[in-house]
């Protein structure tokens, strides 16, 4: 079992930026690899970014790429993501998930992700 705990959320203006952070407990860290993944009002989730196991592949979607980061530290057993020039199509609530498999394929589909954390909120204002 791991156990997933997000923080770093909030209210922010557009151009803003937010650190979220991903707290992990249970089995070995380095053994997961992890992503983020988001959901608005209405919508369904969806993919954000991505990290390897070790954090040496990053992987991002298109309407991120160039303002977010995702980082990890295996020795704080914690995942990052960076959040820069926010826009208010980025609020929603942010997940964290973390994989067995080390499959780049399945890197953006949530079911291949077996352990989620509760969630945080993230709203950008206008």
């Known amino acids: 079992q791991v156990q997933l705990v997000e923080s770093g959320g909030g209210l922010v203006q557009a151009g803003g930026s937010l650190r979220l952070s991903c707290a992990a407990s249970g089995r070995t860290f380095s053994s997961y690899a992890m992503g983020w993944f988001r959901q608005a009002p209405g919508k369904e989730r969806e993919f954000v970014a991505a990290s390897s196991r070790s954090g040496g592949s990053k992987y991002y979607a298109d309407s991120v790429k160039g303002r977010f980061t995702i980082s990890r530290d295996n020795a704080k057993n914690t995942v990052y993501l960076q959040m820069n020039s926010l826009k208010p199509e980025d609020t929603a609530v942010y997940y964290c998930?973390?994989?067995?498999?080390?499959?780049?394929?399945?890197?953006?589909?949530?079911?291949?992700?077996?352990?989620w954390g509760q969630g945080t909120q993230v709203t950008v204002s206008s």
């Open positions: 998930a973390a994989r067995y498999s080390s499959s780049a394929a399945s890197v953006p589909d949530s079911h291949a992700y077996e352990y």
